[in-house]
């Protein structure tokens, strides 16, 4: 094989795996923002917030659907702080450690694509706006 048809074949490669490594990179994310931001609450179930890999609590939770879960808590929700009490950190990162949440805790959530994103986004405003209303 000549160098010019390994190097096609190795771009092609590269190509069609580069998906699956920013799905990684992703996830990886998730749980890197999962140990600074939400480890300190969802580990011990601090002012009720549920522990990572008990099903049981997150079951109801994850039922509400990873828009609508998302932008609450984002936002805040029951006892959780926006953002978890992190002021600075991006919808992205956030999203990203709810998906790394709720996947080890019985949920089969994809990372957010710019769809979701947006979705997201959306359910804030409202949220935000409920929150408003009198």
């Not at 992190?86 to 992205?92: G, V």
Request: hydrophobic share 40%; proline share 6%.
């Amino acid at each position: 094989m000549n160098h010019q048809v390994i190097w096609k074949v190795s771009f092609l490669c590269l190509s069609l795996l580069s998906p699956d490594l920013s799905a990684r990179e992703h996830l990886l994310e998730g749980e890197q923002t999962y140990r600074k931001v939400c480890a300190t609450c969802h580990e011990k179930g601090v002012a009720n917030a549920p522990r990572v890999g008990h099903v049981d609590h997150w079951k109801p939770l994850i039922g509400e659907g990873q828009v609508k879960l998302t932008a609450h808590g984002f936002v805040g929700v029951r006892g959780m702080p926006p953002r978890g009490g992190s002021a600075q950190l991006p919808l992205k990162s956030f999203a990203s450690a709810l998906v790394y949440m709720v996947n080890q805790s019985g949920g089969h959530w994809q990372s957010p694509d710019d769809v979701t994103l947006n979705l997201i986004e959306q359910e804030i405003k409202v949220r935000r706006t409920a929150l408003k209303a009198p």
